[in-house]
C-alpha cells in the first residue's frame, strides 16, 4: 500500500503567519485531497489537490486563505496564510491509488497551533 | 438531514461482545461506502469498504450494506478494547469527483 508522509508533524505558530504542509506518496497517486479535523470533529475538506493544475475548493475555502499546489503525481502542499487562531486544527492530506476506486488513504496529519 | 448520519455514542461494549455500529445516508444515488477507524491523536484508517448489498466480511469485522433502507452498518467480533476509536462512515456518489462524504463518528469504548 501506499506510503504517506507530511511534514511537518506538528508546528506553533504566530497569528499573521502562514505555515507550508507538505505531502508526499511513495507511489503515483490519481488523487489527492486536503481535509481539516477540528478536535473532537469529523473531517472537514478543503480541496481537491490537481496535478498540474489549479486546486478545486469546497464552500468556505478560499485560494488565497489555502494556496494548494500539486507539482507532480506524487507531491503536493497546503499553505494556510494569514493565520489566527482559528486555523488551530489538524491538517490531513489524503490519496486514491492508482487502480484504486474510491477508497482513500490518509498522512499521519499535521497538527497546527496559532497563538 | 445529514447526508451522511451516525449515532455519536459513546458506544460501550464489553469485551468479547459484538459491537454494531450503523450509518444512514439521504443520496439514492450513492455507490460506495466506507468504515474508517480513528484513534485519539491519529488520522483515520481505512478498515473496510463495501459496494454491493449484502454482507462482507474480513476478519472480525463485517460490513453490511442495504441500499433499499440507506443505511450501511460494521459489526465487530469479539470486541477488543483496542477497538476503542472513533468510527467514521464514508459515501461516495457517483460522479462526485471521487470526495467522500463523512459522517460525524461513532465512539466506540470497549470495556475490559
Known amino acids: 500500500s501506499a506510503v504517506i508522509s507530511q511534514k511537518p508533524s506538528r508546528d506553533i505558530c504566530q497569528r499573521g503567519t502562514s505555515l507550508t504542509i507538505q505531502c508526499q506518496v511513495d507511489s503515483q497517486v490519481t488523487m489527492m485531497f486536503w481535509y481539516r479535523q477540528q478536535p473532537g470533529q469529523s473531517l472537514t475538506l478543503i480541496a481537491t489537490a490537481n496535478q498540474g493544475s489549479e486546486a478545486t475548493y469546497e464552500s468556505g475555502f478560499v485560494i488565497d486563505k489555502f494556496p494548494i499546489s500539486r507539482p507532480n503525481l506524487t507531491f503536493s502542499t497546503l499553505t494556510v496564510s494569514n493565520m489566527s487562531p482559528e486555523d488551530s486544527s489538524i491538517y490531513l492530506c489524503?490519496?486514491?491509488?492508482?487502480?484504486?476506486?474510491?477508497?482513500?488513504?490518509f498522512g499521519p496529519g499535521t497538527r497546527l497551533t496559532v497563538t | 438531514q445529514k447526508e451522511v448520519e451516525q449515532n455519536s455514542g459513546p458506544l460501550s461494549v464489553p469485551e468479547g461482545a459484538i459491537a454494531s455500529l450503523n450509518c444512514t445516508y439521504s443520496d439514492r444515488g450513492s455507490q460506495s461506502f466506507f468504515w474508517y477507524r480513528q484513534y485519539s491523536g491519529k488520522s483515520p484508517e481505512l478498515i473496510m469498504f463495501?459496494?454491493s448489498n449484502g454482507d462482507k466480511e474480513d476478519g472480525r469485522f463485517t460490513a453490511q450494506l442495504n441500499k433499499a433502507s440507506q443505511y450501511v452498518s460494521l459489526l465487530i467480533r469479539d470486541s477488543q478494547p483496542s477497538d476503542s476509536a472513533t468510527y467514521l462512515c464514508a459515501v461516495a456518489r457517483a460522479g462526485n469527483n471521487r470526495k467522500l462524504i463523512w459522517g460525524l463518528g461513532t465512539s466506540l469504548a470497549v470495556n475490559p
Open positions: 463495501i459496494y
Open positions: 489524503s490519496v486514491v491509488r492508482a487502480g484504486g476506486n474510491y477508497e482513500q488513504y
